[in-house]
C-alpha cells in the first residue's frame, strides 16, 4: 500500500489498544495466559534450562536490533538461513545488566551453551552456531501469536477503530516476511516481562511453575463463564483477575465445574510436571516457597491453586506488562493495514 494511500486518523495508538484490551479481558484472559504459558514451555525445552534460553534470545534480539538501526528487513527464511549469528562487541557485563543476573550465573551458563557448542566466542565476539536454530526458531509461535493478534483486531474491528479482517495465514506471513522487524518487538516485549518475574518470584522455574497453575485455574474460570453465559456480562481486566486469584468463580459455579470434564479445580505437582516436563522433585520444591510466599494454597484435593495475595503483589505488575503488549500490538496491527 503506497503511503498516500494510508487514513492517518485510522492509525492505533497504544492507549487505544491497552484501554480496550483491558476492558474486554474476559474474553482474552485465558488465551494470553496460554499464549505465554506455551512460550514459556518453548523456553524451559530448549535446554531444560531457562537461563541458557534467555540468554541465547538476548543476543538474537541484539542482531535484529543492528539490523534495524541498519534499516535491513530480513524475512523468517532469510534470516535462519545463515550458517551462524555473530554478535561484535559481545559482552557478559552487557547480559548481565540486559537480563538483570549475576555475573557468576550468566558466566557459567554461557560457558555450557559453549561446551554444548551452540555458543563460540573469539575474543570479543560471539557467534550463535545454527546448530542452536532448531531450539530458537519461533515456528510455533508465531501461530499461537498470530491467532492472539486477530483476537484484539476482532475486538477493535467492533469498536470501528480498526477494519482490516484479518486470518491467521495472513497474519502470520506478514510476520515471517518481517522477520527482522516484527521479532524484535516481539523479544522487546517478551525479555522485559520474563526478568520482571524473574526477580518477583527468585527463579524462572518458579514463575513457570505459579504459571502452570495460573493458567489451569484461568481454563476452569473460562469454562464456567463459558456454561454460565458470561454470567450476564463482560469482565474488565481487574474483575476477571480477581475472580480467578481469589477463585470466585469456583463459589459461585460450583455445581458447574463438577459437571465440567477435563481440567479440576486445581492442579497436582505430577501433573505440572507432565505439563512442562520440570522434574517433580522440583515442581514440589518450587511449590513449597510459593505456598511459604503466599502465591499458592492447597485444596481440600491436595492440589494446588492460586492465593488471593496474588491481586496485591501480581497485577500491578501485569498491568505494567501490558503496557509492553498494548505496543507491540498496536505495531503488528499498523503494520498489517498496509501489507
Known amino acids: 500500500m503506497n503511503l498516500n494511500q494510508i487514513d492517518f486518523s485510522k492509525v492505533l495508538n497504544d492507549d487505544q489498544v491497552y484501554d480496550h484490551m483491558m476492558a474486554n479481558y474476559d474474553q482474552l484472559g485465558k488465551n494470553w495466559i496460554n499464549h505465554q504459558w506455551r512460550w514459556m514451555n518453548a523456553v524451559y525445552q530448549a535446554f531444560k534450562d531457562h537461563y541458557k534460553y534467555m540468554i541465547i534470545i538476548s543476543l538474537v534480539e541484539k542482531t535484529l536490533q543492528f539490523y534495524d538501526q541498519m534499516n535491513i528487513k530480513l524475512s523468517y527464511d532469510q534470516y535462519y538461513s545463515k550458517s551462524y549469528l555473530q554478535i561484535d ?6 547480559l548481565c545488566q540486559k537480563l538483570q543476573l549475576p555475573k557468576e550465573t550468566v558466566r557459567r551458563k554461557v560457558l555450557e551453551l559453549e561446551k554444548l557448542k551452540v555458543l563460540k566466542r573469539f575474543k570479543k565476539k560471539i557467534i550463535v552456531d545454527r546448530s542452536s536454530f532448531s531450539f530458537i526458531k519461533p515456528e510455533r509461535q508465531m501461530k499461537y501469536t498470530s491467532k492472539y493478534i486477530i483476537q484484539i483486531a476482532e475486538i477493535l474491528n467492533k469498536e470501528k477503530l480498526y477494519t482490516k479482517k484479518l486470518e491467521p495465514d495472513f497474519v502470520e506471513n506478514v510476520l515471517k516476511k518481517n522477520f527482522s522487524l516484527t521479532w524484535r518487538w516481539f523479544y522487546r516485549m517478551q525479555i522485559p516481562m520474563v526478568i520482571g518475574y524473574n526477580d518477583m518470584f527468585k527463579d524462572l522455574t518458579t514463575f513457570h511453575v505459579w504459571g502452570t497453575v495460573c493458567m489451569n485455574q484461568a481454563f476452569n474460570y473460562s469454562k464456567s463463564l463459558d456454561k454460565k453465559n458470561s454470567l450476564n456480562g463482560s469482565d474488565d481486566y481487574f474483575n476477571y483477575q480477581k475472580k480467578l486469584f481469589k477463585g470466585d468463580y469456583m463459589k459461585f459455579n460450583e455445581e458447574i465445574i463438577k459437571e465440567s470434564s477435563g481440567l479440576s479445580n486445581g492442579v497436582s505437582a505430577m501433573s505440572i510436571s507432565d505439563m512442562t516436563n520440570i522434574p517433580r522433585a522440583t515442581v514440589i520444591r518450587k511449590c513449597k516457597f510459593l505456598i511459604k510466599d503466599n502465591y499458592l494454597k492447597l485444596n481440600e484435593k491436595k492440589q494446588y491453586i492460586l492465593t488471593g495475595f496474588n ?11 501490558f503496557k509492553n503488549k498494548a505496543k507491540f500490538i498496536r505495531k503488528v496491527l499498523n503494520l498489517l493495514t498496509i501489507s
Not at 89 to 94: A, L
Not at 311 to 321: A, D, E, S, T
Open 89 to 94: 562487541k559481545f559482552s557478559i557485563t552487557e
Open 311 to 321: 491481586i496485591k503483589r501480581v497485577l500491578p505488575y501485569q498491568k505494567l506488562i
